[in-house]
Nanobody, 127 residues
Framework: QVQLVESGGGLVQAGGSLRLSCAAS????????MGWFRQAPGKEREFVAAITWGGSRTYFADSVKGRFTISRDNAKETAYLQMNNLKPEDTAVYYC????????????????????WGQGTQVTVSS
């Protein structure tokens, strides 16, 4: 069992930056692909970014490409989402997720792929 706790959300003006952290406990995140998703009010949860458990490959939704970066520090059992040039449409609850996998070079894009989820952290971007 992996427990995930997100932090780093908050209120920021458009054009600003935030760094979200996802701290894992219970089991090592080695062997887990990690992902970030978000859900705005009245909308479905959507994919934002993913990283392989080896950290060598990443993938981003088109809406955040070039502005967001995903990374991980397996020694610290933590994944990160660096968000730059934030826009009001980035406002949402952000969730991290972990996928147990044998494959160090695969990332996962769908909510149903993931085994564990955090409770979410609110990000609000004002215009």
């Amino acid at each position: 069992q992996v427990q995930l706790v997100e932090s780093g959300g908050g209120l920021v003006q458009a054009g600003g930056s935030l760094r979200l952290s996802c701290a894992a406990s219970g089991r090592t995140i080695n062997g887990y692909g990690m992902g970030w998703f978000r859900q705005a009010p009245g909308k479905e949860r959507e994919f934002v970014a993913a990283i392989t458990w080896g950290g060598s490959r990443t993938y981003f939704a088109d809406s955040v490409k070039g502005r967001f970066t995903i990374s991980r520090d397996n020694a610290k059992e933590t994944a990160y989402l660096q968000m730059n040039n934030l826009k009001p449409e980035d406002t949402a609850v952000y969730y991290c997720a972990a996928k147990n996998t044998y494959f160090s070079d695969l990332y996962y894009l769908k909510t149903r792929d993931y085994d564990y989820w955090g409770q979410g952290t609110q990000v609000t971007v004002s215009s």
